[in-house]
């Protein structure tokens, strides 16, 4: 079977098994690796030449307890059901990442976060127990009270210290779904910085789109659209939600991102109207864009994309993001998908965990081989003078050297690791 992740790079066989079915007591010959709604980017989710266990059997709620909020779902249930059932009795997930189409096991692994990370930290700090499946000890229990190191390697472990069964997570209450958001233009970096530290001291989800392709010449540098937003109290009058149902239906030859329709559109994006003043807007329009556009991926063309997502330290932060912004507008090779975003300073919640005090980028760049290869050096060098990291989630190419730089625990938590767990990322960046 050939499986690749959500950015279809790199493509790789594998021989797929159900996760229910899982049993140490007859294992296959060969690594293996769970597998829920393949969303990551690149291939931690991957396992070339070894067996991917799917966990969208998994899918079945424990205990929800509607008083408190706690709930307990196994691994394969993904965030759009969790907020199907959690949403019309009060309750929201604590964190979200940009698409809702992901399992709880996959957000445990990838210690996935939102906009909200400046007030509420990453999907693991919410995380109370897991229940584990390894090869090597059967099913144990994980916690940050009963076996702590097992848990903090497994938040973030990129599901490689066993089969995660079930996540037991602390809910936050709302209201209704609808949330009270505005946004902002600004201008350069500057205007960035001074925007944000306003916005998150009374916003507790915060973005920034950036133009990626402003070289200060044709367009203002540093350029953007901010918006924050927060639950409502109480929904709209006449509140009614209609989710987009577009997707793109086909694949084309080649990738329809390109410099000059790029150009364009991120002039009209910047220049859309704006509401300046809060009003509502339904938490799945606002919180979850691109899931009004099924099979979105597709725009990229056949050959696929890279995301790039850094994390730069807060006294770095300045400096290498406008290098970084500077590299990508030379090179002509932008991304609409960009987005900028002030991490909080809580710790890291797991051992390989990517969100981190200081500040992120992501942007997306269709394959053009050689040249997408050779920006992506020179932003790896700005990432590495910086003292930041990469995001393994969202990575197909970063070097051993890059990923232990930007992940120092990393020896510790190989110790923790699953002997028959493995992936396709694992074994390219500590070869």
Known sequence: MTT?????????????????????????????????????????CLNAGGHLLHTRGLDRFVEFDTDTGVVTAEAGVTLDELLELSVPRGWFPPVVPGTRFVTLGGAVANDVHGKNHHVAGSFGAHVQRLTLHRSDAGRVEASPEHNPRWFAATIGGLGLTGLIETVTLQLVPVSSAWMSVWSERFHSLDDFWALDARARREWPYTVAWID???????????????????????????????????????????????????????????????RRSPHPAHHR?????????????RIYGRRGFYQYQCVLPERTARDAVAELLRQIARSGQGSFLAVLKTFGRQPPAGMLSFPRPGTTLALDFPDRGAATHALFERLDRVVREAHGALYPAKDARMSGAMFRAG????IEFAKLTDPQFSSSFWRRVTA
Do not use: K
Not at 15 to 40: E, I, T
Not at 285 to 297: Q, S
């Open 407 to 410: 992940f120092p625990e990393w």
């Open 4 to 44: 690749s992740g959500w950015n279809r790079i790199p493509r790789v066989q594998h021989a797929a098994h159900s996760a229910p079915a899982f049993r140490p007591d007859r294992l296959p010959d060969g690594p293996l690796l769970a597998h829920g709604m393949g969303r990551s980017y690149g291939d931690c």
């Open 285 to 297: 329009g606002w919180l979850f864009p691109l899931d009004g556009i099924r099979d979105w991926n």
């Open 212 to 274: 990626c392709l402003a070289d200060g010449h044709r367009q203002p540098a540093g350029r953007g659209i901010y918006s924050a937003g927060r639950h409502a109290v109480t929904p709209p009058p006449r509140a009614r939600f209609r989710e987009s149902r577009r997707r793109v239906p086909v694949d084309p030859p080649f990738s329809l991102i390109n410099g000059p329709g790029l150009r364009v559109f991120n002039e009209l994006y910047f220049r859309q109207p704006l």
